[in-house]
């Protein structure tokens, strides 16, 4: 589904974010990404929703070369896409349930199957309740879940959620990854940023590691931490 072909990204700072990436990521896998601060984690999945462009080598999603797209092409992509933003990134004037409404607007749903599914994964992240609030009216960990509404609204081909449970209580993470674990057995390829080293052990499935812009282990079934 994904395949990095030595991709390096520089940063027109200079910053050298990822540095000769190789990387296959099949249809329904459900990988960690993990590594320290400014690792390049998150410029990694920029780069498959082309957010940013590669400075040398290729990231082709489904056989395309991402940077090669269209623009009209680059919505589509989008919207095969589920992202959940490191920075939430929600609408302010739009409450909760306008918010996930949204990314089924602009994909041309009907009214009638907009007031049937945005209730349904509001639920599905446990903001029912909070359907007619405005983001800033919610805690941190409730307007990650909107983003995670939204990100999931569209039954995504691929769900790519940086650092989910950065601001979720242990019960609520562990809630949220049993969520992503029915997307995944539904058929959702699944990337996840994460630093909770809990929920990378126990859930044992593909670990990518990267430190200094480079792919250090790659393992499945492996822990957040090498085991040696
Ligand atoms: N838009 C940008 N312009 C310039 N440099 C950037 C930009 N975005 C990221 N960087 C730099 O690129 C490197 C990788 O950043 P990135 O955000 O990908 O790290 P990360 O692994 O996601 O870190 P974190 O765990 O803190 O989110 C860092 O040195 C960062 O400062
Ligand atoms: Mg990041």
Known sequence: MIRFYGVTKVYPNGVKALDNINLHIKKGEFLFLVGPSGAGKSTLTRLIFREELPTRGQ?????????????????????????????????????????????????????????????EVLKLVGLEDKAGMLPAHLSGGEQQRVGIARAIVNNPV???????????????????????????????????????????????????????????????????????
Do not use: C
């Not at 940023?193 to 593909?206: F, L, N, W």
């Not at 480079?214 to 957040?224: A, T």
């Open 158 to 228: 691929l769900l790519i959620a940086d650092e989910p449970t950065g601001n979720l209580d242990p019960e609520t993470s562990w809630g949220l990854m049993e969520l992503f674990q029915q997307i995944n057995k539904a058929g959702t390829t699944i990337i996840m940023i994460t630093h909770a080293r809990e929920i990378v052990d126990a859930m044992k499935k593909r670990v990518v590691a990267l430190e200094s812009g480079r792919i250090v282990r790659d393992e499945e079934g492996g822990g957040y931490s090498r085991e040696d």
């Open 59 to 119: 990231v082709l999603f489904n056989g395309r070369n991402v940077a090669r797209m269209r623009s009209r092409e680059v919505p589509y992509l989008r919207r095969r896409i589920g992202m959940v933003f490191q920075d939430f990134r929600l609408l302010p004037q739009k409450t909760v349930f306008e918010n996930v409404a949204f990314a089924l607007e602009v994909t041309g749903a009907s009214s009638r199957d907009i007031k049937r599914r945005v209730p």
